[in-house]
């Protein structure tokens, strides 16, 4: 038998409601970078970890950009670890030790400290190897990138087709991203979501396509 009369919707994705609900509380947000940063007025960069091919690659080009005289030295810098890498960030410890960065000058902040969204909603910029994390960080008007330093890789989405989120290969790339951003007030304009087609309200979406408003 086959499947006749099948439609595919997108309807983007249902954690975007508890992304918003986070960042709409400002004061939680104001408090954690207190929390985690003091009174720092230097930019804040979050790295969300990932896992999988080229990841080590990508973290040992944040290094680069991180280390004295890179593109990164003037930001404070912040990794939520992957639960896929056991969640405590062991992997980018040793990287970072071997790039020769030192002990504290990447904070790593476990989920038992603040969750992903928490984090990407008291920084000024968000980056990742290749994460949704990356496109969430949009619709809460927080920037990000890419990094993918993978040697022959040509990682692409909706979002990096669309001009939204720019794939880093370089140190120079760092830099490009992080002007741009600076120029902009450190704000990403959510209407530029809208314009790209890309769905938001993704519940009511999915209540919709299943005909939740017709029983």
């Avoid at 930001?75 to 939520?80: A, E, G, I, N, R």
């Avoid at 496109?135 to 993918?148: E, K, T």
């Amino acid at each position: 038998m086959g499947v006749v009369g099948l439609r595919v919707a997108t309807v983007g994705q249902p954690t975007l409601e508890s992304w918003r609900s986070v960042v709409a509380d400002q004061a939680a947000a104001r408090r954690l970078r207190m929390r985690l940063l003091g009174n720092s007025e230097r930019p804040a960069l979050l790295y969300f970890g990932g896992y999988g091919a080229g990841y080590n690659e990508s973290v040992r080009l944040l290094a680069q950009g991180i280390a004295r005289g890179g593109p990164l030295s003037g930001f404070d810098c912040l990794l939520t670890p992957h639960p896929g890498q056991g969640g405590r960030g062991l992997v980018e410890r040793e990287i970072f030790k071997s790039t020769g960065l030192g002990p504290g000058r990447v904070q790593i902040v476990t989920g038992d400290v603040a969750s992903s969204p928490e984090v990407a909603a008291c920084v000024n910029v968000t980056a990742s190897d290749d994460s949704t994390c990356g496109v969430q960080s949009l619709f809460i008007g927080v920037p990000s990138m890419y990094i993918d330093a993978a040697s022959g890789s040509s990682y692409t989405d909706v979002a990096v087709n669309r001009g939204l989120i720019p794939v880093v290969r370089t140190v120079k790339g760092l830099s490009q991203f992080t002007d741009v951003a600076a120029a902009e007030g450190w704000q990403f304009d959510t209407r530029r979501l809208r314009d790209a087609g890309i769905p938001s309200d993704s519940a009511q979406r999915i209540a919709d396509e299943v005909g939740f408003n017709n029983l």
